[in-house]
């Protein structure tokens, strides 16, 4: 059997690969306060802030466990309450006080924890604010909504001394955490390529003509938060927000974020990148939605290239994989199809060493509140803002672009890199199978942006810096300095 080249494995197809709402306001900066000492016989008490959707997970999570006790739930949306009280109730558990503003839980003494799932905009300052009261937290993934609110977290954590863990759950779980350490022992070689994968079916929110009304059981300035006042002008009041760009982040920062992270944490790679290209567009309906449903992000390293690619169109897979990862070596390929398996094939496709196996990413928390050792985490706060950070970059350099037509090969998208053609063929593929027509349609192409990774600013580009951080509604604002 032919041995592969380099090229050839990632230009050929190896066919025997088969493989929220918020609930939250905050004063405006509440005072650091010491967290009590909790011994290890004694129940940790946590407030679960943003019990919509996968808020419910963190109610579930914790009323598990016989040493967690739920004291309270917190939305601005009191709608929510009942179902996430249901979850306390059947898991025979003490129910907890219903709040729907965030700043009541902050000096409360029977809070050990705060553990949110908010809509994007509001992660930072649930954390920050939470931090600065004393209080451990986990966060739901994307860690921010932009670069600035992530680096402010990790200063929070840092100068507060508290435990925060991000949650991008992959990190938690024996098949992956196997998997990464195969990587980086080198078993696929020296890796010069992780590509993430979102193919993930997206369908039109719809379009409406003038503002919907905010349901009657939402406080709207409290799900605002930092965000610009303004109506509502999606179909859908929950969840949709994550293709608007005050609120959310798009695809590659909802559940793009888990394989962003999971590409850099097997590239090993713990800064920012020194370049990041972002190309793409909203295909195939014209709705409420602003943030690209088809998206290329181009992140170069020294000696690697992170590639991501997000489909909300109908696709095939990618070498078996459709939402996950494939990491490329001298020696092999790696390639993940869930949040807890994957498998390493030779340079010939055969199969090597498979790996699976999960874990409990809550329980991870718990227990490094407990040690009080930050090393105990496996996604603290700095590795949730990193990731979080690499996915704001492609879509800062995507907003920044030009509208190009298909027919014109511009050599500023990429010049002599292979991998980035080869991905902007099968790009145009996905489109035009999908029924776009190529030879009157445009793409985005973003601007390319130079990145200098120790200052987490872009080199020579004002409008690109000031697209690190927001205009914040007070008194809802991350403040410059932690």
Not at 379 to 394: F, I, K, P, Q, T
Request: charged share 25%; hydrophobic share 35%; aromatic share 8%.
């Amino acid at each position: 059997m032919e041995r592969l080249s380099r090229r050839r494995l990632i230009e050929d197809s190896l066919a025997a690969l088969t493989v929220t709402a918020v609930g939250a306001s905050v004063s405006a900066e509440p005072t650091a306060r010491r967290q009590r000492t909790v011994s290890p016989s004694e129940r940790l008490r946590i407030a679960v802030v943003g019990v919509h959707g996968q808020g419910r997970s963190h109610v579930s999570a914790y009323s598990a466990m016989d040493d967690v006790e739920i004291v309270a739930i917190c939305d601005a949306d009191t709608a929510c309450f009942g179902p996430a009280l249901e979850i306390v109730q059947k898991a025979g558990k003490k129910t907890p006080e219903t709040v729907q503003d965030v700043r009541r839980l902050l000096d409360r003494k029977d809070i050990d924890c705060i553990s949110s799932a908010t809509p994007n905009h509001w992660h930072a300052l649930v954390a920050i604010w939470a931090m600065q009261a004393g209080k451990d937290v986990y966060i739901e993934k994307p860690a921010s909504h932009n670069v600035l609110e992530g680096r402010r977290m990790v200063e929070a954590a840092r100068k507060y001394g508290r435990i925060c863990q991000v949650g991008t759950q992959s990190r938690s779980n024996k098949g992956m955490r196997d998997a990464i350490a195969y990587i980086h022992k080198g078993g696929i070689g020296k890796v010069y390529l992780a590509r993430g994968l979102c193919y993930k079916r997206r369908d039109s929110i719809g379009k409406v003509t003038a503002p919907t009304a905010v349901p009657a059981t939402v406080d709207y300035n409290l799900w605002l938060g930092p965000a610009p006042e303004k109506p509502v002008m999606r179909q859908r009041f929950h969840y949709d927000w994550h293709w608007q760009w005050d609120y959310g982040n798009g695809d590659i920062g909802n559940q793009g974020v888990h394989e962003m992270d999971k590409a850099r944490w097997g590239l090993n790679k713990r800064s920012l990148p020194k370049s990041a290209l972002g190309i793409g567009g909203r295909f195939g309906y014209v709705d409420d939605g602003e943030t690209p449903n088809t998206e290329l992000t181009f992140l170069e390293y020294d000696d690697a290239w992170i590639v991501f690619e997000v489909r909300g169109l109908p696709t095939n897979d990618l070498r078996g994989a459709r939402v996950g990862n494939i990491w490329y070596g001298t020696e092999g390929i790696v390639v993940s199809n869930s949040y807890s398996s994957a498998v390493a094939y030779d340079l010939l496709g055969n199969q090597k060493v498979k790996f699976d196996g999960g874990g409990n990413h809550h329980r991870n928390f718990i227990e490094a509140v407990r040690s009080r050792k930050v090393r105990d985490l496996n996604c603290d706060v700095e590795e949730g803002h990193l990731s979080a950070a690499l996915c704001h970059l492609g879509n800062i350099s995507f907003r920044l672009g030009t509208d190009e037509p298909f027919s014109g090969k511009s050599a500023k998208l990429g010049g002599g890199n292979a991998e980035v053609w080869e991905t902007f063929g099968r790009f145009e593929d996905h489109l035009a199978a999908n029924g776009i027509k190529l030879e009157s349609a445009t793409y985005r192409l973003g601007r390319r942006l130079s990145i200098d990774a120790r200052s987490e600013r872009f080199v020579g580009d004002e409008e690109a810096n000031r697209m690190l951080t927001r205009q914040y509604r007070t008194p809802f604002v991350v403040p410059d300095r932690v």
